[in-house]
Nanobody, 123 residues
Framework: QVQLVESGGGLVQAGGSPRLSCAAS????????MAWYRQAPGKQRELVAA???????NYADSEKGRFTISRDNAKNTVYLQMNSLKPEDTAVYYC?????????????????WGQGTQVTVSS
């Protein structure tokens, strides 16, 4: 069974720079794209940043220059370094990964989600 476990959230002052981590575990054969999403109260879940297994990154326009996504393929872990946080960054941050597994001799990939970690930015 595959699991994604996030850590690093909490209460942060405006201007702070926390780092979120998300570790994937289980019978993993490969991890393709890993990403961070967030969902603020009353809003839809939105993409924050994504990174391919080769290190190519993509960011939402509002986070370009403030957030940095990275990954450690050996540890099956993705990180989100957040800088210059604003109160509007308050949200539950979710890790997402496209993970390939084998079931017997059959390979398939699917999306997995973490449980989410709350980030609250105080002004």
């Amino acid at each position: 069974q595959v699991q994604l476990v996030e850590s690093g959230g909490g209460l942060v002052q405006a201007g702070g720079s926390p780092r979120l981590s998300c570790a994937a575990s289980g019978r993993i054969f490969s991890i393709n794209i890993m990403a961070w999403y967030r969902q603020a109260p009353g809003k839809q879940r939105e993409l924050v940043a994504a990174i391919t297994s080769g290190g190519r990154t993509n960011y939402a326009d509002s986070e370009k220059g403030r957030f940095t996504i990275s990954r450690d393929n050996a540890k099956n872990t993705v990180y989100l370094q957040m800088n210059s946080l604003k109160p509007e960054d308050t949200a539950v941050y979710y890790c997402n990964a496209d993970i390939g597994v084998y079931s017997g001799t059959t390979y398939y990939s699917r999306d997995y989600w973490g449980q989410g970690t709350q980030v609250t930015v105080s002004s």
